[in-house]
């Protein structure tokens, strides 16, 4: 049975920085991904690899301060935060997909088959 293992979730003030990593169990996949959910909020993408080439996507809102890599040795993806605020508090999930997923796909929720069980993140001001 497939696993997505996180971790690296907690408590820090803005402008903190965190990282998060997803390990999945199990097998590798073609496209991973973050998601997160604010509470009152909609899911909302983050940050997307395909695992083949590394090519990623980020959300507008945290480019320039979230970056998304994978290390094949390890069958992880991390999710590196800096210069967090309290509009990044959410709890945030992994994706992966069995697909390599096109660049414009990578951020649809809908194609992600697997997910984690979410880590919490909260950005103090």
């Known amino acids: 049975q497939v696993q997505l293992v996180e971790s690296g979730g907690g408590l820090v003030q803005t402008g903190g920085s965190l990282r998060l990593s997803c390990a999945p169990s199990?097998?590798?996949?073609?496209?991973m991904a973050w998601f997160r959910q604010a509470p009152g909020k909609e899911r909302e993408f983050v940050a997307a690899i395909r695992w083949s080439d590394g090519n990623k996507v980020l959300a507008n809102s945290v480019k320039g301060r979230f970056t998304i890599s994978r290390d094949k040795a390890k069958n992880a993806v991390f999710l590196q935060m800096n210069s967090l605020n309290p509009e990044d508090t959410a709890i945030y999930s992994c994706a992966a997909s069995a697909k390599s997923w096109i660049q414009s796909a990578l951020s649809n929720y809908q194609n992600y088959d697997y997910w984690g069980q979410g880590t919490q993140v909260t950005v103090s001001s």
């Open positions: 199990g097998r590798t996949f073609g496209s």
